[in-house]
């Protein structure tokens, strides 16, 4: 990277990609590998729901590929190229949402011709391995409650939501699979690397 690109960065984005190259040192220093693959809005958890992009996620250390963890991370819409480019019109942006969903539907990239959306050659890019073990990590905090109701109550949710206890419980077997993975030395070094994420 040349030192005029480095001074049109914002400090925080320097520091925010010292910190992606330490973390990722430190994922390969363990072994980690990873799969990360397109999942159709319409064959997602989130069928249904609010446009998201979803992914799903393998998990796995080099020297034991038998122990995988599998898990869906979803990304806002606002991850797709040019999602957040100006339109002009209300026909403009009719169009737009037309691309953002045949995009979330296929894996590619959406463009307009003569008023058509159009698939292109161009892959959605997939999140790095970074930010899905960030979200991974994130969530690993739910041990850290004595329960469901003391962790609903922290985080803001109903604790007679079934939805809520359902998102808790994902929480809780996503960490111990990423635990039996990882080990709980690679965990705790990890929660510190991502402070400040």
């Given at each position: ?54 992914w ?40 737009k ?16 011709v ?16 970074v ?6 990590i ?60």
């Amino acid at each position: 990277m040349s030192t005029e690109t480095l001074s049109m960065q914002k400090p925080w984005q320097i520091e925010h990609k010292a910190k992606v190259k330490q973390i990722e040192a430190y994922l390969n220093s363990i072994g980690l590998q990873h799969n990360i693959v397109f999942i159709p809005q319409s064959r997602s958890r989130n069928a249904g729901k609010e446009p998201c992009i979803n992914w799903s996620v393998c998990l796995w250390k080099s020297n034991n590929d038998k122990n995988k963890m599998l898990t869906d991370y979803q990304q806002g819409v606002g991850h797709l190229p040019k999602w957040n480019s100006p339109v002009k019109n209300e026909y403009d942006t009719k169009l737009k949402y037309s691309c953002m969903l045949r995009a979330i539907e296929t894996g590619k990239v959406h463009r307009i011709v003569n008023d058509t959306p159009v698939p292109t050659n161009t892959k959605l890019t997939p999140p790095s391995v970074v930010d899905v073990i960030y979200s991974l990590i994130m969530d690993s905090d739910v041990l850290d409650y004595a329960g469901f109701e003391l962790w609903a109550n922290n985080l803001g949710f109903d604790t007679d939501s079934r939805k809520a206890e359902t998102i808790y419980n994902i929480c809780i077997n996503n960490t111990l699979k990423l635990k039996s993975i990882l080990g709980q030395e690679a965990l705790d070094k990890l929660k510190d690397l991502y402070q400040d994420y």
